[in-house]
């Protein structure tokens, strides 16, 4: 079987970092789309969608934000695995119905977090797992019908519902993207350098096991291709799903 073809949609922006991370971190073939940009991508000819993180808020009055939103409507509308990232997890949710705010606050650094139950995501992460976070909005309200897959004493930071996945902390980020990314936030010096001292390769190590969430999603979107190759001379076209 050939590559998945993936769709992501990097709403960054100017950072090369994001580009190269999911680079980095998905096995397949990979079409970027800087949906900042207003580009996106001409049909729905993929595998799967991935859509990062930005330092724009969803409900931002931004020329880019409701063509984006649009785009990604039709996606989940004709099944396309999706999985989003921070800002990509707080737009899925928007898109299903869900509802996203500020927290009142501010995650970053290396942040605990815990997974509830067990999850096809987050298969293979420990219960309470580590991981770099950087968001000041939430996902305060699910989507109907979605299920949580992990949070913190900050915000819900993943969910799922169908074939739609999203995680509020940063499974792509290296060391190098977590310290230019803390250099630029508007902290205090106290707080920056603490969120600094913390970003060791010991701690990054140590965050690299929710790096699974990418094998995971990649092979669940293997697995719906397969079942849609056996399925396509089904009447219905659809995959039935546990």
């Known amino acids: 079987m050939t590559d998945a073809r993936i769709a ?33 991508p001409a049909d729905y000819a993929y595998d799967a969608v991935v859509v990062s ?19 990604v409507r039709g996606a989940i509308d004709r099944d396309l695995p ?4 921070c800002w990509g997890h707080q737009l899925l949710a928007d898109v299903l119905g869900g509802e996203v705010r500020h927290m009142g606050a501010y995650e970053i650094g290396y942040s605990e977090i815990e997974r509830l139950g067990e999850s096809r995501l987050l298969e ?14 939430a996902v305060v309200e699910l989507p109907p019908g979605a299920r949580p897959l992990a949070e ?3 915000s819900n930071h993943g969910f799922r519902k169908d ?4 995680v509020q902390f940063h499974p792509e980020y290296d060391q190098k993207t977590a310290r230019e990314l803390t250099l630029r936030k508007e902290l205090s010096d106290e707080r920056r350098d603490r969120v600094l001292a913390s970003i060791t390769e010991e701690n990054y ?3 690299c096991a929710a790096k699974l969430v990418f094998e ?27």
């Open 8 to 40: 992501v949609l990097i709403a960054a922006h100017e950072d090369r970092n994001t580009t190269r991370n999911f680079r980095r971190e998905l096995e397949g073939s990979v079409s970027e789309f800087h949906v900042t940009e207003g580009q996106l």
């Open 53 to 71: 993180g930005s330092r724009s808020s969803v409900y931002d009055d931004e020329a880019w934000i409701q063509p984006t939103k649009a785009w």
């Open 82 to 85: 999706c999985l989003g990232v």
């Open 124 to 137: 293979g992460i420990g219960r309470r797992f580590s991981c770099f976070t950087s968001h000041e909005d």
């Open 152 to 154: 913190n004493e900050y």
């Open 163 to 166: 074939r739609v996945f999203g």
């Open 205 to 207: 190590r140590a965050a």
């Open 216 to 242: 995971n999603f990649l092979e669940y979107v293997r697995e719906v291709r397969t079942l849609e190759v056996a399925a396509d001379g089904d009447s219905d076209g659809k995959v039935v799903e546990s």
